[in-house]
């Protein structure tokens, strides 16, 4: 049978017919739907209590295709349930961060889960100008905690091997092979450029050898080193705010992956807004630079956080279980050593990974609104070309870049050279 979106009156039927989520809406009679319309791949509701809104709950249901672009693009309607496994997962290990799960159906590939209504999504936050203080100390904590758990780091590796096995996601993941490493680099349909992008900077991304490399060997990280369980899709839309709590929602692209790919998307994600801050930190007379600087430390704290507090769960671990994992010696010179290279190598590759993710962003299919809604297309042009600087410097320096103070230092004067 043909998909068809549900209809309020349904929804609201089936609300009322699932014991635990009429519970928690207060056993009304009738509920209050209303579809939000901005997912990329999946109809969204709100669904309340008519008389006591501030019951609610949020409602995402998967159809068999890509709702961005139609039925032309099938999409095999599981994902929802790759979703709700990775939402439990991520819920157990980081509960402050992830909303939580009421019920998931997976005939009507839908689930209800934790309505954040004092939130707003980061990017929208980002684009207004608010100062979240608890942001990087909360991103840095989630960050540590998904990636190090769903590692060999702790897991036993029969345990690990089965969950690259369950989480499998070869569809999701083929739209970031694609939209990602590959078509944005080469001359593809799929691709858009705002009306004043120069030529010049298009052709740049095409054909500079050093740069093709390096977006090959992210491709490369991307679709063989299976680390971790990550989100796999972590911009700043997939983040939910507000002065006192952050949330990581939208997991649907969650697959075995390398752990530097989540940390290089948020970072990636600060950098566009840092950019695109030129334009809009000038609106009302405004002036962008000291919201700059705060973009900018959020970049440095959330990688020096993530550092500290994953290096910590894995001192922790290795006390508990009394297991290194290069196995014993007599003091602990290698394994301090292993784990500065380590701690390294994800750095470079975390540059790496927010390189991709910025060019794809300005040369390929989904674009951002940060700078979207830039109404001045030479504006939009200019701040779309230091983007597309700053990524090609992330990726085919990243090797050279050894602290996050590189980055920052990339960021001004990359702005500066404007
Ligand atoms: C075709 S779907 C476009 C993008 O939306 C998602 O958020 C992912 O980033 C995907 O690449
Ligand atoms: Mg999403």
Same mark, same amino acid.
């Given at each position: 049978?043909?998909?068809?979106?549900?209809?309020?009156?349904?929804?609201?039927?089936?609300?009322?017919? =699932?014991?635990?989520?009429?519970?928690?809406?207060?056993?009304?009679?009738?509920?209050?739907?209303?579809?939000?319309?901005?997912?990329?791949?999946?109809?969204?509701?709100?669904?309340?209590?008519?008389?006591?809104?501030?019951?609610?709950?949020?409602?995402?249901?998967?159809?068999?295709?890509?709702?961005?672009?139609?039925?032309?693009?099938? +999409?095999?309607?599981?994902?929802?349930?790759?979703?709700?496994?990775?939402?439990? *997962?991520?819920?157990? #290990?980081?509960?402050?961060? %992830?909303?939580?799960?009421?019920?998931?159906?997976?005939?009507?590939?839908?689930?209800?889960?934790?309505?954040?209504?004092?939130?707003?999504?980061?990017?929208?936050? #980002?684009?207004?100008?608010?100062?979240?203080?608890?942001?990087?100390?909360? +991103?840095?904590?989630? #960050?540590?905690?998904?990636?190090?758990?769903?590692?060999?780091?702790?897991?036993?590796?029969?345990?690990?091997?089965?969950?690259?096995?369950?989480?499998?996601?070869?569809? +999701?993941?083929?739209?970031?092979?694609?939209?990602?490493?590959?078509?944005?680099?080469?001359?593809?349909?799929?691709?858009?450029?705002? !009306?004043?992008?120069?030529?010049?900077?298009?052709? *740049?991304?095409?054909?500079?050898?050093?740069?093709?490399?390096?977006?090959?060997?992210?491709?490369?990280?991307?679709?063989?080193?299976?680390?971790? #369980?990550?989100?796999?899709?972590?911009?700043?839309?997939?983040?939910? =705010?507000?002065?006192?709590?952050?949330?990581?929602?939208?997991?649907?692209?969650?697959?075995?992956?390398?752990?530097?790919?989540?940390?290089? !998307?948020?970072?990636?994600?600060?950098?566009?807004?840092?950019?695109?801050?030129?334009?809009?930190?000038?609106?009302?007379?405004?002036?962008?630079?000291?919201?700059?600087?705060?973009?900018?430390?959020?970049?440095?704290? @959330?990688?020096?956080?993530?550092?500290?507090?994953? +290096?910590?769960?894995?001192?922790?671990?290795?006390?508990?279980?009394?297991?290194?994992?290069?196995?014993?010696?007599?003091?602990?010179?290698?394994?301090?050593?292993?784990?500065?290279?380590?701690?390294?190598?994800?750095?470079?590759?975390?540059?790496?990974?927010?390189?991709?993710?910025?060019?794809?962003? @300005? %040369?390929?299919?989904?674009?951002?609104?940060?700078?979207?809604?830039?109404?001045?297309?030479?504006?939009?042009?200019?701040?779309?070309? *230091?983007?597309?600087?700053?990524?090609?410097?992330?990726?085919?320096?990243?090797?050279?870049?050894?602290?996050?103070?590189? %980055?920052?230092?990339? !960021?001004?004067?990359?702005?500066?050279?404007?």
């Amino acid at each position: 049978m043909e998909f068809a979106a549900l209809k309020a009156s349904e929804l609201s039927a089936y609300l009322r017919g =699932v014991p635990a989520v009429h519970k928690l809406l207060g056993e009304p009679d009738e509920l209050d739907i209303v579809e939000v319309g901005d997912g990329n791949l999946n109809y969204i509701y709100f669904a309340s209590n008519a008389k006591t809104p501030e019951m609610s709950v949020v409602v995402k249901q998967a159809p068999p295709f890509l709702r961005l672009v139609g039925k032309t693009w099938p +999409l095999t309607r599981e994902r929802m349930e790759r979703e709700v496994a990775a939402l439990r *997962r991520f819920g157990a #290990l980081c509960p402050d961060h %992830v909303p939580t799960v009421y019920h998931a159906d997976s005939q009507l590939f839908l689930m209800v889960m934790q309505r954040l209504s004092s939130h707003c999504i980061l990017r929208q936050g #980002l684009m207004g100008g608010t100062i979240y203080p608890k942001l990087a100390d909360h +991103l840095s904590t989630y #960050l540590a905690h998904t990636l190090f758990f769903g590692s060999d780091l702790f897991l036993s590796p029969d345990i690990k091997k089965q969950a690259v096995a369950a989480a499998v996601n070869t569809e +999701l993941c083929r739209i970031t092979e694609d939209l990602v490493f590959t078509y944005p680099f080469e001359d593809h349909p799929s691709n858009s450029y705002s !009306a004043a992008l120069p030529r010049a900077a298009v052709d *740049r991304i095409r054909r500079t050898p050093a740069l093709r490399v390096a977006v090959g060997e992210m491709k490369w990280a991307f679709m063989n080193r299976a680390e971790t #369980l990550l989100h796999g899709d972590l911009h700043t839309g997939s983040i939910m =705010v507000n002065e006192d709590e952050t949330y990581v929602i939208d997991p649907e692209f969650a697959f075995y992956g390398p752990m530097a790919f989540d940390i290089g !998307a948020i970072i990636a994600n600060l950098l566009l807004a840092y950019f695109s801050r030129d334009w809009h930190g000038r609106q009302d007379g405004g002036s962008p630079e000291a919201y700059q600087v705060w973009l900018l430390d959020q970049v440095r704290a @959330i990688w020096s956080g993530f550092t500290a507090k994953f +290096l910590s769960l894995w001192r922790e671990h290795e006390g508990r279980s009394k297991t290194h994992f290069i196995g014993d010696e007599p003091d602990r010179a290698c394994a301090d050593a292993f784990k500065a290279r380590f701690m390294q190598q994800l750095f470079t590759d975390t540059l790496g990974f927010a390189g991709c993710k910025m060019i794809r962003r @300005i %040369v390929g299919m989904a674009k951002v609104a940060e700078i979207t809604r830039i109404p001045d297309d030479s504006a939009r042009a200019a701040i779309e070309v *230091r983007c597309l600087r700053c990524a090609e410097t992330l990726l085919v320096e990243r090797a050279s870049m050894t602290t996050v103070d590189d %980055v920052i230092d990339l !960021a001004w004067k990359v702005e500066a050279a404007a």
